[in-house]
């Protein structure tokens, strides 16, 4: 869809990147890491400025207490994190019970790691979480709160009901919680602070969305010490180390800009709205959002039952492009008329994209589009 945008000139509500960059002190110390001849491989399991940070973060903000040295691996963004901790938990056959509709990159490491994704499944308006996916073959809960695409928080109650589940199937836990900061409804509770849970979790995060700096790609994985060195034992032979200066940046992102994510978040939330009240003047049923870069909409009351075919039409005829949520789930026509919108934009962007839908969405009912 991002081809699709520059091909035709559309706005690009797609793929969830912002178009501002994050910190102006952070980029400086980029600058100065990049000039100060940081510019070698880091230590395999990142530069100790950066873990040292994290574990700070995870302390101050969650009370979860770590040793930067043996629970805290930096990695090129939360991807990487993610699959070198997959490939390093998950043997053949073995079942990873996840939320369905999910980030794209899941299902595909789970089956390169030979394993067997099980959904979760989330339904709309409220797309609140069961553990109806997890049992005793189930070797992993790959959880990710707030959630891609749809926007929910879980709230303390859908968490106790999967933390008591993998309690009970003896379950290890996966949490991508790289919108951590990005609540505008409910708050963020993360699974490894509930009774039982941080012995047998990763927690995955980043600084490319709170602090948008999505390009950087500097990740990490936290959590006790045999898991985080099954995961460093895994990305030693994927990439290594890299990105050192952006790592010593990310430290700084962490550090010293660490009021920067609430600032970002009461603007997105002003977004959220914007899009949402628009989307619903065009005709589109939205559904709340607590979180994340991106909200969902169901375009049946528009006349359209397939979204792939809406979001081919919308970047020629409205000049926007969206996402069918279809391309997030195994079950496509389960969520065959919802589409995903990002919102993490310039207003501007975001009051013409809005304009143009509108003017598309009233052509559709005249007959003129």
């Not at 994190?81 to 997959?86: D, E, G, R, S």
């Not at 980030?103 to 595909?108: C, E, I, M, V």
């Not at 708050?187 to 039982?196: R, S």
């Not at 899009?275 to 065009?282: E, I, P, Q, Y």
Request: charge should be negative; aromatic fraction near 6%.
């Amino acid at each position: 869809m991002t081809a699709l945008a520059e091909r035709t000139g559309a706005i690009n509500l797609g793929q969830g990147f912002p178009d501002e960059d994050g910190p102006a002190a952070v980029v400086e110390a980029a600058v100065e890491a990049l000039r100060g001849g940081r510019n070698q491989y880091a230590p395999l399991p990142g530069v100790p400025e950066l873990r040292e940070a994290v574990a700070a973060h995870q302390r101050d903000r969650y009370g979860i207490e770590l040793d930067p040295a043996t629970q805290v691996q930096v990695t090129f963004g939360a991807t990487e994190a993610l699959a070198a901790a997959l490939l390093a938990l998950v043997s053949p056959g073995d079942e990873v019970a996840m939320l369905d509709p999910s980030y794209d990159s899941y299902a595909a490491v789970v089956e390169l790691a030979g394993g067997v994704p099980v959904p979760i499944r989330l339904s709309p308006p409220d797309w609140r979480v069961g553990a109806d996916g997890i049992g005793d073959r189930t070797r992993v809960l790959l959880l990710n709160s707030p959630h891609n695409p749809t926007g929910h928080v879980l709230d303390r109650t859908e968490l106790d009901q999967l933390a008591d589940a993998c309690r009970r199937h003896d379950v290890l836990a996966l949490t991508d919680e790289v919108y951590e900061h990005l609540v505008y409804d409910g708050e963020h509770i993360p699974l490894a602070t509930l009774p039982g849970m941080f012995e047998r979790t990763i927690t995955v995060s980043s600084v490319g969305k709170t602090h948008s700096f999505t390009g950087w790609k500097i990740g990490w994985a936290s959590g006790p010490a045999e898991l985080v060195a099954a995961v460093r034992g895994v990305k030693q032979f994927l990439t290594f180390a890299g990105g050192t200066p952006l790592q010593h940046a990310a430290a700084a992102a962490l550090r010293d800009a660490a009021g920067e994510p609430a600032k970002l978040a009461a603007a997105l939330a002003a977004k959220r709205d914007l899009l949402a009240d628009g989307l619903t003047a065009a005709g589109f049923d939205v559904f709340p959002t607590a979180g994340t870069y991106f909200l969902c909409a169901d375009a049946r009351p528009l006349g359209f039952e397939d979204a792939v075919d809406l979001c081919e039409r919308l970047p020629v005829e409205a000049g926007v492009v969206a996402i069918p949520v279809s391309a997030f789930t195994a079950e496509p026509e389960r969520l065959r008329s919802v589409v995903r919108f990002a919102f993490c934009k310039k207003e501007q962007v975001l009051e013409e994209a809005v304009v143009r839908v509108r003017s598309w969405a009233r052509d559709l009912v005249t007959g003129d589009s």
